[in-house]
């Protein structure tokens, strides 16, 4: 009895004074806010607006509405240096690459299907138990093979600025088969602009094929560019071993592939041209079907874009109306994307630190898509598929690799990691997909708490750095103070009031 009021009263305190700390807010706020009910508002989480197939068309998305404005404040506000447009005299003039002819006679050229003769069957069901996809066909095939030109007839005499950054690959690969490695590394040499591709970084997580050890060192130190091969000292998952590709990078861009691409013609040039003109737009290819049977080159629909549900499972749905209606129809223009699949895509270096890269929290596989989808958008980014960029993907039903400790459990932490840190109060409708409720909730918020906090800040510092200009960095510093105290603050709060209810 005596110990619940005593309980009552302290929550009573508590409240009062956080209380108290909104107030402070508010009049911080106040005090500097001339801005408030003018030029600069926050953005909403553009990629929830995206998703949300709405009526209330916003016009500040319209991409002509928005892009000039955008170049000259990027030019005015770069926060800690950061510049949104590249010096001309960082930039490399090059030339496309040449088209690779098919070799008559070599299975799956012209990215064909290849058959496999009804005497080799046997073999072939035991060599696609190794990487759940037709290992013996792959072999097969030439690691230089040729394909088809899939783009659209717009996109082959679209015409690139004569400038561009160079990117380098990062590659993370986990007990990958030699040919479909090799043949992405070589689609990648063969197919772009040289000057553009300042190397190859591919990134071992714990290997256990003897192949992959001193013999891909020794090989790829015959190939016409800088290859690189780093390995993490255990299994890190593709988020560590990514991070770690990506402090060797000496390229201005980051591309990201997976280990089992074919890069078409192309490719390359249509990305980086969208980020020559804005290194805040983060870009994927369309990707292509490589067949898991027969290793078939099947062209995917550019009428689909990345979305997801409830669950933060990552989904292709397709393109709203309203979108198309943006693009003026145009099947080439470059679609704003809600989410990507996170495999391929590619990204100005300075940008993805600057915008905290990856969540290193997070384990092996599974949600990290979607968590660079919403903090690109979040932080004032732009994401987009290039649909004149076509990178080809092995796609596989099963996925092969171990996973330490369950699947379920570890898609479940990361995807709620992702709810955590950028969903906000949507993150409700992740939990209630997810049973095991609330201690999970629970569990996970305090969990995030730290990480919560460095979305919040990097959202404001964005939000900051876009609106307010030359005020932003005093007014930014005040602001997040209290803003990060009181956030942790009212969050201890409610975790002592919930543990202690009230009305016991
Ligand atoms: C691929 O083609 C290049 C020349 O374009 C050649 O030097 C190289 O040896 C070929 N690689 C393989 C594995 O056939
Ligand atoms: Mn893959």
């Excluded at 690691?143 to 717009?154: I, K």
């Excluded at 997580?205 to 290859?227: C, Q």
């Excluded at 013609?265 to 980086?272: D, Q, S, T, V, Y």
């Amino acid at each position: 009895m005596f110990h619940g009021k005593l309980r009552l009263h302290t929550c009573r305190i508590i409240l009062l004074t956080s209380l108290v700390w909104f107030l402070v807010d508010v009049v911080i706020l106040s005090f500097y806010s001339e801005c408030l009910g003018g030029s600069c508002k926050p953005k909403e989480p553009e990629s929830l607006a995206l998703v949300a197939d709405s009526k209330d068309y916003d016009p500040s998305l319209d991409e002509n509405k928005i892009e000039d404005p955008h170049v000259k404040r990027f030019k005015e506000t770069s926060s800690q240096g950061f510049s949104l447009t590249y010096e001309p005299s960082s930039l490399k003039k090059w030339r496309p690459a040449p088209v690779v002819l098919p070799v008559p006679g070599k299975p799956g050229e012209k990215g064909k299907a290849v058959r496999i003769p009804s005497s080799q069957e046997e073999l072939m069901k035991e060599k696609f138990k190794l990487n759940q996809f037709n290992l013996l066909a792959s072999d097969m095939i030439s690691l230089n093979r040729s394909l088809q030109d899939v783009r659209l007839e717009g996109c082959k005499n679209k015409v690139y600025p004569r400038l561009l950054p160079t990117t380098s690959i990062v590659v993370v690969f986990h007990n990958e088969a030699w040919s479909t490695l090799l043949r992405t590394v070589w689609s990648a040499i063969n197919r772009s602009p040289k000057n553009l591709l300042k190397e190859i970084i591919l990134v071992d997580d714990a290997s256990e094929r003897d192949y992959l050890g001193r013999k891909l060192e020794e090989y790829v130190k015959t190939l016409p560019i800088p290859v690189y091969v780093l390995r993490t000292e255990k299994r890190s998952g593709l988020i560590r071993a990514r991070l770690l590709g990506a402090k060797k990078v000496t390229g201005q861009v980051i591309t990201f592939l997976d280990a089992h691409c074919e890069c078409t013609e192309g490719w390359l040039e249509p990305l980086l041209a969208r980020i020559v003109e804005n290194r805040k737009t983060v870009v994927c290819p369309i990707i292509d079907v490589i067949s898991d049977e027969s290793f078939e080159y099947i062209t995917a629909s550019d009428m689909t874009w990345g979305g997801f549900n409830w669950k933060l499972n990552f989904r292709w749905y397709r393109v709203s109306q309203r979108e198309m209606d943006r693009r003026k129809g145009d099947r080439t223009a470059p679609l704003r994307t809600p989410t990507m699949a996170g495999g391929l895509f590619s990204i100005d270096k300075d940008y993805f630190y600057e915008i905290g890269s990856y969540d290193e929290g997070m384990d092996i596989w599974g949600g990290e898509n979607l968590e660079m989808s919403f903090r690109v958008w979040q932080c004032g980014g732009i994401l987009e598929i290039i649909p004149c960029s076509h990178v080809g993907h092995v796609f596989r039903d099963k996925s092969p690799y171990t996973f330490p400790g369950g699947v379920s459990k570890i898609v479940l932490h990361n995807a709620a990691r992702v709810a955590e840190v950028w969903m906000d109060e949507w993150k409700d409708f992740y939990y209630s997909m997810v049973p095991g409720l609330p201690l999970f909730s629970l569990g996970y918020w305090l969990f995030c708490q730290e990480r919560r906090i460095s979305g919040t800040v990097l959202k404001l510092q964005a939000f900051f750095a876009f609106s307010l200009g030359g005020l932003a960095k005093s007014y930014w510093d005040m602001w997040s103070l209290t803003f990060v105290f009181q956030n942790v603050y009212v969050r201890i709060i409610q975790a002592i009031c919930r543990h202690h209810p009230i009305n016991q």
